[in-house]
């Protein structure tokens, strides 16, 4: 269903912007057999859970004005830190994990996701978090997520090993030290089977910087509508 944009904007100010609660997930580190903890934000109730996965410059709280739209929609959504996360000098975040650490949290989050109680994932992923579920999804034969979310994203190193619905979605002039991010996402998306879907949004910021530019509350409602499909 698709919300006019009034009630949309209506229905985000009406969001309490804080998590339910705060969680702990343990890890174990592969190089020192240690358990250690990463932390995430959880949002909302239900079987159906929504994991977000956030960019290098970002941390589990950028999710905080978005967590609770798709926890009003019926999502329970857990928001993680990378255990990467680590402030930059300016005390702004920085996520320095390597590509295998990344992944290897995405799949503690399901582990704990599911024995809390979650009996469906979706992720959304931006940028580097986009890698991080894709790279996560290809590791597991049967499949981890329902529903994956690639923003501003190639989706991982393995496109061709993903499973579920995959929607890719990148800024028209989004790019890098390395030039337009679109043709490499493209590349991807074309390897990725079926059923799949880019969208190229208007402008150029990157992945979780489209939320406050004016194609934010269109991107909103992309999300909802696919993560509504059946």
């Given at each position: 269903?698709?919300?006019?944009?009034?009630?949309?904007?209506?229905?985000?100010?009406?969001?309490?912007?804080?998590?339910?609660?705060?969680?702990?997930?343990?890890?174990?580190?592969?190089?020192?057999?240690?358990?250690a903890q990463i932390q995430a934000d959880l949002y909302g109730h239900g079987p159906r859970a929504l994991l977000?996965?956030?960019?290098?410059?970002?941390?589990?709280?950028?999710?905080?004005?978005?967590?609770?739209?798709?926890?009003?929609?019926?999502?329970?959504?857990?928001?993680i830190n990378f255990r990467g996360d680590h402030p930059n000098p300016d005390d702004s975040p920085g996520s320095?994990?390597?590509?295998?650490?990344?992944?290897?949290?995405?799949?503690?989050?399901?582990?704990?996701?599911?024995?809390?109680g979650a009996k469906s994932i979706s992720a959304i992923g931006g940028s580097l978090g986009g890698d991080a579920?894709?790279?996560?999804?290809?590791?597991?034969?049967?499949?981890?997520?329902?529903?994956?979310?690639?923003?501003?994203?190639?989706?991982?190193?393995?496109?061709?090993?993903?499973?579920?619905?995959?929607?890719?979605?990148?800024?028209?002039?989004?790019?890098?030290?390395?030039?337009?991010?679109?043709?490499?996402?493209?590349?991807?998306?074309?390897?990725?089977?079926?059923?799949?879907?880019?969208?190229?949004?208007?402008?150029?910021?990157?992945?979780?910087?489209?939320?406050?530019?004016?194609?934010?509350?269109?991107?909103?409602?992309?999300?909802?509508?696919?993560?509504?499909?059946?």
């Amino acid at each position: 269903m698709k919300l006019p944009l009034i009630i949309l904007a209506a229905t985000v100010l009406a969001l309490p912007l804080s998590a339910q609660r705060q969680v702990s997930i343990p890890i174990v580190d592969p190089s020192s057999g240690k358990t250690a903890q990463i932390q995430a934000d959880l949002y909302g109730h239900g079987p159906r859970a929504l994991l977000l996965l956030h960019g290098g410059r970002f941390n589990k709280e950028s999710w905080k004005e978005q967590a609770p739209i798709f926890a009003h929609a019926g999502f329970r959504v857990l928001a993680i830190n990378f255990r990467g996360d680590h402030p930059n000098p300016d005390d702004s975040p920085g996520s320095y994990g390597s590509d295998e650490e990344n992944a290897a949290d995405v799949l503690a989050a399901v582990a704990w996701l599911h024995q809390d109680g979650a009996k469906s994932i979706s992720a959304i992923g931006g940028s580097l978090g986009g890698d991080a579920v894709g790279n996560a999804e290809a590791q597991s034969p049967a499949g981890l997520f329902e529903k994956m979310v690639f923003l501003g994203s190639e989706g991982g190193d393995h496109p061709e090993k993903l499973h579920g619905r995959k929607l890719y979605i990148v800024a028209r002039d989004d790019s890098s030290g390395d030039g337009p991010r679109l043709p490499s996402i493209t590349r991807h998306y074309n390897l990725a089977p079926d059923p799949r879907q880019l969208i190229v949004l208007d402008g150029k910021a990157h992945a979780q910087f489209l939320f406050p530019t004016p194609e934010g509350p269109h991107l909103i409602r992309i999300l909802l509508d696919f993560l509504a499909q059946k």
